[in-house]
């Protein structure tokens, strides 16, 4: 991944006005300077009593703090009900993550360190140009993108197989293998088992036993993307039926993290699967266009372990929140 800011995804839509709010003027600087490659014009103020008339006109705000829920609460308060805020922060638990991004407006929680601003670079980009799916986007340039899809159990493991021997002869490590190895695991059973709905909307597998899924067939594609950079490994699993919330996803986190007794799979089903990937994964991005297909991008340092830098959302066209 990119160690310096560039700008490879801007488009005719370039010079969109973005609010900037930070008051550490070094961090406004960065913030403005990501906000300027991925596209977007840059309005910098210092703090929330500059933010511009008494309801913000921007549809995006990129916010620089501290991680203080009730600064967050005194930004938001002036925006309108469609906009959206990206939280650049310092690293936070994911319980804190959570309660950020529990916000209405709030889609987006990064890390306010070099790799987030890379990270804020491509959220501004896919905001400008509206071109939310794609692996590629959270890799180098030219990078080579493996595929495979499948629509059952085996070639659930198959695909599985070819990710974990790709990362082998790649030279990923062994503990970052295994938590790659997880991940897709997870991914794919939501795509295959959890997502698919009929024409009514009713899950067709909810009331399926998970030992009885093995031999169901999921009734459209799932497809899954994977490869390697310098210092990070990326896979993304996409689905055709568009059917993952924003809500759904804190409501499974919280209940993992308030959780006091052991967490099994019984009992929290796809929403353990959901918690064992954010706690494994470096990012955590969800595209979704709603009805038609959802795509979780995932990735993970290749050298030390790292804890979540990024809990994000993109809601095609853009919708600030997704409701039950």
Known sequence: ??????????????????????????????????VRAGGGQPVAVAGVAEI????VPYRLVIAGWDGRLDWLRAVCRRLRDSA?????????????????????????????????M??????????????LFGIERYLPSGTPIMLTRLRDFQG???AIDEVLSFADKSGVRRQVRASIGQVCEELLMNALYDAPVDASGTPLFHHVDVKERVDKLSPRPVSIRYAVADDSFAVS???????????TILRYIEKCLRSSDQIDRKTYGAGLGLYLIVNAATQYVVNVAPGMATEVVCTFDRGTRQPLRALSM????GNPTAKE
């Open 237 to 247: 699993v996409r689905d055709r039926f568009g059917r993952l919330e924003k809500s």
């Open 52 to 55: 511009p008339g008494p309801q």
């Open 314 to 317: 993109f809601v095609y066209p």
């Open 156 to 158: 659930r493991q198959n």
């Open 1 to 34: 991944m990119p160690q310096t800011l560039e700008s490879p995804l801007q488009s005719a839509t370039s010079g969109q006005r973005i609010l900037v709010v930070a008051e550490d003027p070094a961090l406004r600087d960065k913030l403005a300077q990501a």
């Open 118 to 131: 890379w990270l804020l670079q491509v959220t501004v980009s896919k905001f400008v140009t509206g071109e």
């Open 84 to 116: 959206q805020l990206v939280a650049m922060v310092p690293q936070r638990t994911l319980s804190e993550q959570v309660q950020i991004l529990a916000d209405v407006h709030c889609n987006h929680v990064l890390t306010a360190d070099e790799r987030g």
